[in-house]
């Protein structure tokens, strides 16, 4: 079983800047990639940045690129996603998940793709 637990949400003013972090624990803890991903209400649970574990190859959603980074420290089983110039509308529940042994980087956009998640933590972004 793996156990995963974000911090770092918060309440920031827009063009603020925020640094999320998910550590991962488990007896064995081994995952193919990380991800992020973010439910405003109402909405689905859509993709934001995702990074595979052993090469670090990167995913960012549209929305996000040139203002977010996601990276990680295989020694602490973390993996960290810095916010920068947050926008209104980046306003919702963010929550880090793993991909234990997909093995397929063309899929780490779809939330199906994981198989543990966090209990999230709430971004909220004033204007």
């Known amino acids: 079983q793996v156990q995963l637990v974000e911090s770092g949400g918060g309440l920031v003013q827009a063009g603020g800047s925020l640094r999320l972090s998910c550590v991962g624990s488990?007896?064995?803890?081994?995952?193919?990639?990380m991800g992020w991903f973010r439910q405003a209400p109402g909405q689905e649970r859509d993709i934001v940045a995702a990074i595979t574990w052993t090469l670090g190859v990167t995913y960012y959603a549209d929305s996000v690129k040139g203002r977010f980074a996601i990276s990680k420290d295989n020694a602490k089983n973390t993996v960290y996603l810095q916010m920068n110039n947050l926008k209104p509308e980046d306003t919702a529940v963010y929550y880090c998940a793993s991909d234990r042994n997909s093995g397929n980087y063309h899929n780490l956009h779809r939330a199906a793709e994981y198989d543990y998640w966090g209990q999230g933590t709430q971004v909220t972004v004033s204007s």
């Open positions: 488990g007896r064995t803890f081994s995952t193919y990639a």
